[in-house]
């Protein structure tokens, strides 16, 4: 359990620190400190995000009462193009931040996954688009434009690949702070 974290999280802009002290939460994005009292949070969601340059993401995202929001997320952005996973520093930090915000606030929700109607939406949009790439591959083989028909194929293996633990990882639910889901966190190591 870590009481720490600190992330940059897009490629320009610098670092954000969150330390966890007692029933608060302190964020520090370097041009401005703020103090976030963990018992007015209304809900915590987890999530994952698909690969950004072969690497995946897992994000959380706490909503307070008031209608203000901030974000972690287990990618630290060191550039453009660079981005470094602290898959340990995080799972550590997430699991000190949802017993915290559970102490603080029994009433806090902790949800799992895109909201129902996002996650029902890029499912369907997802099956649509597999769908129609094996409508692709199906006639591209009757026509006997085979090159077209291999691509297409290798466009619906990417899409799978790239699709598939979004769906089914995204899938909403609540969960316990104190056992969150082991697939939207990531390893100890």
């Known amino acids: 359990m870590s009481n ?3 992330h940059s999280p897009r490629p320009v802009g610098g670092p954000i620190a969150f330390v966890i002290d007692g029933d608060k939460l302190i ?3 370097g041009r401005k400190v703020s103090e976030v009292r963990l018992g007015a949070v209304d809900q915590v969601r987890i999530t994952f995000d698909p690969g950004r340059f072969a690497q995946k993401a897992f994000r959380t995202k706490v909503l ?14 060191r550039g453009l193009v660079e981005a470094r996973e602290q898959g340990p520093e995080y799972r550590a930090f997430t699991r000190t931040l949802f017993a915290a915000v559970a102490r603080a606030n029994p009433d806090a929700r902790f949800l799992a996954g895109k909201p129902w109607p996002v996650w029902l939406m890029t499912s369907a949009l997802g099956i649509a688009s ?18 077209i028909a291999l691509v297409g194929a290798l466009f619906a293996v990417v899409g799978i690949w790239q699709i598939e633990p979004m769906v089914r990882l995204n899938k909403p639910r609540t969960f316990d702070p104190a056992d969150p889901p082991k697939e939207l966190m990531p390893r100890a190591n």
């Open 64 to 77: 307070m009462k008031d209608g203000k929001t901030f974000t972690l997320s287990s990618l630290n952005w």
């Open 4 to 6: 720490t974290y600190e």
């Open 130 to 147: 597999l769908l129609a790439m094996a409508i692709l591959i199906w006639r591209a083989f009757q026509t006997g434009a085979t090159n």
């Open 27 to 29: 964020v520090d994005s």
